[in-house]
């Protein structure tokens, strides 16, 4: 089920800041093999009470979860989740940091924590009240219920639930679609929305207007204006 190790969480944030530093990367998906998206963590060979001191906990979390989320958040390419089965606990998380959201039928969103005895790390307790508002969030964190994709899209946990077999298909198509469009454009979208939550008007306004102070140095820029003007299909080329 695909449940996070140490290995490949450090693989993945790697992936993601190499796409962050590569012209050549236009957009990202995650997506998984198998039966599952992600289990969660795997909490196989996690220190016993007994052998933890204090603050080991919160460093594991800082270092881990919450720079695996941000990886995410932070990536400065569109990162598309296509949730192929069930996502639980670290692994919902994951998929809910991500630009836009994809799920099979068959797939399910389950805040395990609480069946564990758990507070929900890896920023659920940031995520989710932005996606569908605190009590909602409060209701999946306190219950743990599994929620079906499409009652995930109703709730705008995901963007679009699509049939299994249509799933790679459909991620493939999105993903190409923002390949093709203007990489640096899409990049500074991203940091303002995600940052539009957590700053006022005047912050929000300012970080507007240097952000497109910024992309139009951008050949792109150009090169959709001159499109524009030129009444033909711009040519963008992510720089």
Request: overall charge neutral; charged content about 25%.
């Amino acid at each position: 089920m695909n449940a996070v190790t140490r290995d490949q969480r450090e693989r993945i944030v790697a992936l993601l800041e190499g796409a962050s530093a590569e012209p050549e990367v236009r957009a990202v998906v995650l997506t998984a093999t198998g039966r599952g998206f992600c289990a969660g963590a795997d909490l196989r060979g996690a220190p016993t009470a007994g052998e933890r001191v204090a603050g080991d906990v919160a460093r594991m979390i800082r270092l881990g979860a919450q720079r695996f989320i941000g990886s995410v958040l932070d990536c400065e390419k569109p990162v598309i989740a296509a949730v192929n089965g069930t996502a639980a606990g670290i692994g919902a998380h994951l998929a809910f940091a991500c630009d836009l959201v994809l799920a099979a039928d068959s797939a399910r969103f389950v805040e395990v924590f609480v069946r564990r005895g758990l507070v929900p790390d890896g920023g659920g307790a940031y995520l989710l009240p932005r996606l569908i508002g605190p009590q909602r969030a409060k209701e999946l964190m306190f219950f743990g219920d599994a929620v079906p994709a499409a009652e995930a899209r109703a709730m705008g946990l995901v963007n679009r639930v699509v049939p299994a077999e249509a799933l790679e298909e459909t991620a493939r198509e999105w993903a190409e679609r923002l390949a093709r469009g203007p990489t640096r454009a899409l990049a500074l979208t991203k940091q303002l929305v995600n940052a539009s939550l957590d700053t006022d008007r005047s912050t929000a306004f300012a970080a507007e207007a240097v952000a497109q102070e910024l992309n139009m140095t951008t050949r792109d820029a150009q090169e959709g204006v001159a499109s524009f003007v030129e009444r033909r299909a711009a040519r963008y080329e992510g720089r």
